[in-house]
């Protein structure tokens, strides 16, 4: 098995109670940059990909993020626990339906006929 890294010394010693959500899934994109392995830097949730490089079996393709008050002198970070979606639905309403006016408009003045000159 590889080693993974000195514990930090504010991870406390003996038994924790641990305060989380389950996420599922790895949350990459194709913009998710490639991770980096060899210096233990993660950017997407590939629970499988981990698991392997760290040569780990019998692995549940799930994560837990901890869920507490934040100190940031003391590891690991945790969130608030709150999720927040975003909404932009009246974003792209008005994009949308503004891209169709421009292009009825450029339509219009395009097929209008022009008056001939006398």
Do not use: C
Not at 56 to 62: D, E, F, G
């Amino acid at each position: 098995m590889k080693e993974i890294g000195l514990r930090p010394h504010s991870i406390g010693a003996g038994k924790e109670t641990l305060t989380g959500m389950i996420r599922y899934g790895n949350e990459r994109n194709p913009f998710t940059p490639e991770n980096q392995k060899e210096k233990n830097v993660w950017f997407g949730r590939d629970v499988q990909q981990m698991a392997d490089f760290y040569e780990v079996k019998n692995v549940l393709p799930a994560m837990v993020d901890m869920i507490g008050e934040q100190d940031l002198k003391k590891l690991p970070i945790p969130s608030d626990g709150s999720i927040h979606l975003r909404n932009d639905h009246m974003t792209y309403i008005f994009t949308w339906y503004s891209i169709a006016l421009g292009i009825l408009v450029i339509f219009i003045l395009s097929h209008k006929k022009k008056k001939p000159q006398k």
